[in-house]
């Protein structure tokens, strides 16, 4: 049987989300976002991961510069938010990760396995929120 990758349950309407050591976050938070049809909402957390691809934007170039860092990180706060792109969930996730020595890095979350604990505060708004490709920025913004 398939592992699954998160646990939650509902305290008057937050869910509680535990994702599993082994994890992705940003996935463990699509399937979350598919399996109950979440259409809007908010993220907020914290845990432990074995490694984080974080992504910068350069405006001024409109590109993305991926790094990845291979190491145990606190997740010393992670938040989000939930909306739509083409039927289908689009999360936007930022963190700020603690290294061994006490320093942090954070920015825009890609992707981060859970090696320990994942506990997050799911806020499901009704919605719906779309996401729109704007050639000015270069990003996907918000459609109301
Ligand atoms: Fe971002």
Request: hydrophobic residues 40%; negative net charge.
């Amino acid at each position: 049987m398939e592992q699954k990758m998160y646990t939650c349950i509902d305290q008057n309407g937050t869910l509680i989300v535990s994702v599993a050591s082994g994890c992705e976050i940003v996935a463990a938070l699509e399937r979350l976002c598919s399996d109950l049809d979440l259409q809007a909402g908010e993220i907020t957390g914290l845990g432990a991961i074995s490694g984080a691809t974080l992504r910068f934007f350069d405006p001024r170039v409109k590109h993305y510069v991926d790094k990845t860092f291979e190491e145990q990180m606190e997740i010393a706060n992670l938040t989000g938010n939930i909306s739509r792109s083409e039927g289908k969930p689009y999360l936007h996730v930022h963190a700020c990760l603690g290294r061994a020595d006490y320093t942090m890095i954070g920015g825009h979350l890609l992707r981060a396995v859970v090696r320990g604990a994942c506990e997050l505060f799911v806020r499901p708004m009704p919605g719906p929120v779309g996401r729109r490709f704007d050639p000015e920025t270069g990003l996907n913004l918000y459609e109301f």
